[in-house]
């Protein structure tokens, strides 16, 4: 084909194409290879993609469970192509491959933890608590079946579980690279004295100096008195929007709330303040298309619950916070994961084993998504990328 057509015509041709499609190309010629795994082709399919239109398998639902002290089932994955349909695909489970990259093969490995960080542009970070050996984080990307394990920290686990890892996930624009943030706190809940960031850029850690750290920051499941136990699943909720990580946050004296930020490009943390009323409540952050969005959860009587949703509008500006719905629900919410594309609120509740389910916010109607919710930890939009294809370190199975 490059004897008939122009380089950049090819380029584009290539562009369009799916994810999957691309993995194939990569086998026709080396120029062809040599180009899609480029940095820069990359990055431009992973934007066409995002805006793009079309409703095609790019551009879905990812749904990941997990299930600590079994190596054979440590992670299960789908891919809904089409969550109106339920049509959905099953991933290849890349822990036996993480495994066998990490340990050899007469170490013994007990899965105690096994943490689904968030997703980003294609990519899941996940952090593996293993007994006795210690914790690991891992990048991965499913759609070109690739993952990274990230080096060694300068913060350490405790052996005793009196001090407690946590970590965020997402995105720096400026520079096109992901990052990992994470703290080391003490398991009951006292201010961190440890935190770091990780670039894959980079490729390693870096200490984040206590300067620049807030005098409130407590990020992890004990920070907040009010939220789900952890059997019930994944609860250091954050939301990563307008190129920052948003978490809700106590302060260190007193009940009062707030959300603390950290933007991926500066690297530094910020504050914006709950609506008035909200400071004392059980709340979780989320994305709702592309603002930050705060969801107040309330158990009623009779084994119901209610929720509001109150969406910023105008990133950072307090006074636009804008209460959007209050959804009455006849059965108790577990944990809300996330806004599909069409604006409908996925999560899980207390009936019948644990089920997801969808509601469309302005008619409160209800979807199953006909899989048992038991042991779900994540569900989040995904999109389908490139990135990790040509990373020099990335390990493929």
Same mark, same amino acid.
């Not at 090819?10 to 799916?18: T, V």
């Not at 820069?40 to 934007?47: A, E, G, T």
């Given at each position: ?164 890892? #946590?970590?965020? +996930? *997402? ?10 943030? %994470?703290?080391?706190?003490? &398991? !009951? ?76 490009? #500066?690297?530094? +943390? *910020? ?10 409540? %059980?709340?979780?952050?989320? &994305? !709702? ?79 199953? +998504? *006909? ?27």
């Amino acid at each position: 084909m490059s004897d008939y057509f122009p380089k950049d015509i090819i380029q584009e041709i290539l562009q369009r194409l799916p994810t999957k499609c691309l993995i194939k190309c990569t086998l026709v010629c080396k120029p062809w290879r040599s180009l899609i795994q480029s940095p820069s082709f990359i990055h431009s399919h992973l934007l066409r993609t995002i805006h793009s239109n079309n409703q095609n398998a790019a551009v879905g639902l990812l749904l990941l469970r997990a299930f600590a002290g079994n190596e054979n089932s440590a992670l299960y994955s789908l891919h809904w192509d089409n969550s109106e349909t339920g049509e959905h695909s099953k991933l290849v489970n890349p822990y036996p491959y993480i495994k066998e990259a990490i340990f050899s093969p007469s170490e013994r490995v007990v899965v105690r933890d096994f943490h689904v960080v968030g997703a980003c542009n294609g990519l899941v970070c996940l952090a593996v608590d293993f007994a006795y050996v210690g914790s690991q984080t891992i990048i991965w990307n499913p759609s070109v079946r690739k993952f990274v394990t990230l080096p060694g920290r300068s913060v350490s686990v405790s052996k005793t579980g009196k001090r407690r890892a #946590s970590y965020a +996930f *997402g995105y720096d624009s400026r520079t096109n690279d992901y990052k990992v943030l %994470r703290s080391m706190s003490n &398991r !009951y809940g006292k201010t961190p004295c440890e935190v770091e960031i990780w670039s894959l850029l980079r490729g390693s850690w870096k200490s984040l100096s206590a300067a620049v750290v807030p005098e409130d920051f407590m990020f992890g499941v004990y920070n907040n008195r009010n939220v789900v136990p952890s059997n019930y699943g994944s609860v250091d909720k954050h939301a990563f929007v307008n190129g920052a990580l948003h978490w809700v946050q106590r302060r260190t004296v007193g009940e009062d709330k707030f959300i603390l930020w950290f933007h991926m490009g #500066s690297e530094l +943390f *910020g504050e914006i303040m709950m609506p008035e009323g909200l400071t004392r409540e %059980r709340c979780f952050v989320l &994305r !709702y298309e592309e603002s930050l969005a705060l969801l107040k959860s309330e158990e009623l009587q009779g084994n119901c619950s209610k929720f509001d949703i109150w969406v910023m509008k105008e990133h950072g500006v307090v006074e636009s916070w804008t209460k959007l719905f209050t959804v009455n629900l006849q059965r108790r919410m577990l944990e809300p994961f996330c806004f599909t594309r069409s604006g409908e609120l996925a999560f899980k509740m207390c009936v019948f084993g644990r089920r997801l389910l969808k509601v469309d916010l302005k008619t409160e109607e209800f979807k199953y +998504f *006909g899989i048992d919710g038991y042991m779900c930890h994540f569900m989040d939009s995904f999109v389908e990328s490139l990135v990790l294809l040509g990373q020099a370190n990335a390990i493929s199975y």
